[in-house]
């Protein structure tokens, strides 16, 4: 989908997580276990779905296997130090995370891609490129695999999605500056994790935390909540809008939208636009 402030960017994709991918590879300066992947090369550890990212861009997985890694270790991708474009991502194996106190360990179902993810990579987003090799995306979805001491709200093979901001003196995003959730495990404080309705899939609740929170906090919590015949403006068919336009229509608004393309206009109305502009 477009995102509202120019033509050509990209909105929300999903990125399954699974069992695939590794290598033996070779460790880099900072000790992680680098993988040998071909240029552009961006591989899925499972389900391989990739939307709203140019799958061009990211280029095409090779169809070699690969090992899993030991259970000490898992898998993660990386934005290295001073990132400038997707073609210097990393695939490396690191030692697995363990929960401290009120911490919890996660294994990543799947993840989405929201355009901030893209800023990331290629260094535009605020502050410049990445001061530490960082690991990208804000938004993911999975089940505990271990909690740590005096953690009260989940058990082991609870289904959770990472909230976009995570706790702390000073609360900060997932993906930039913290360690985002394109990994196969991840640790996370308990308060930073919401559960997953039964209704959900993990790809589904990945789509939610960046997005979908934004919109239904700008609608219901951001001033006064709309009502029911009130009129919201959706603003182009990225990942907010769209999660916008289904919020208002569920609470009864009348919605317009806007768009650059008649198809997309035509995909607003199925979504529960009442009007649609081609601007």
């Not at 169809?63 to 130090?81: G, S, Y």
């Not at 198809?263 to 199925?270: H, L, S, V």
Request: hydrophobic share 40%; proline share 8%; glycine share 14%.
């Amino acid at each position: 989908p477009e995102d509202p402030e120019g033509p050509g960017r990209k909105g929300h994709g999903l990125v399954g997580l699974g069992r695939r991918g590794g290598g033996a590879g070779e460790k880099d300066e900072d000790g992680d276990r680098c993988f040998h992947t071909a240029p552009h090369e961006f591989r899925g550890f499972g389900t391989e779905v990739i939307q709203g990212f140019d799958a061009g861009r990211l280029g095409k997985s090779t169809n070699q296997p690969r090992p899993n890694p030991p259970p000490e270790c898992m898998r993660a991708w990386i934005v290295p130090k001073g990132c400038t474009s997707l073609d210097q991502l990393r695939l490396v194996e690191r030692t697995s995370p363990v929960a401290g106190a009120r911490e919890v360990v996660v294994r990543v179902r799947a993840a989405s891609l929201n355009y901030r993810d893209q800023a990331v990579v290629e260094g535009n987003y605020f502050g410049g490129a990445a001061s530490r090799d960082l690991i990208p995306l804000s938004d993911g979805a999975g089940e505990v695999l271990t909690i740590g001491t005096n953690v009260t709200r989940f058990k082991p093979g609870a289904r959770v999605a990472a909230t976009f901001f995570q706790p702390g003196p000073q609360p900060a995003a997932l993906g930039s500056p913290l360690d985002g959730m394109l990994a196969e495990q991840v640790v996370l404080n308990e308060d930073g994790l919401v559960p997953i309705p039964d209704h959900l899939s993990f790809e589904e609740a990945a789509c939610l935390p960046c997005a979908g929170v934004t919109a239904w906090h700008a609608l219901f919590h951001a001033g006064r909540p709309i009502k029911a015949g009130e009129t919201v403006l959706v603003l182009g068919t990225g990942g907010v809008s769209i999660a916008a336009l289904q919020f208002a229509n569920a609470a009864g608004a009348r919605v317009i939208a806007t768009s650059s393309s008649d198809d997309k206009g035509a995909r607003a109305k199925a979504l529960g636009a009442s009007d649609v502009v081609n601007y």
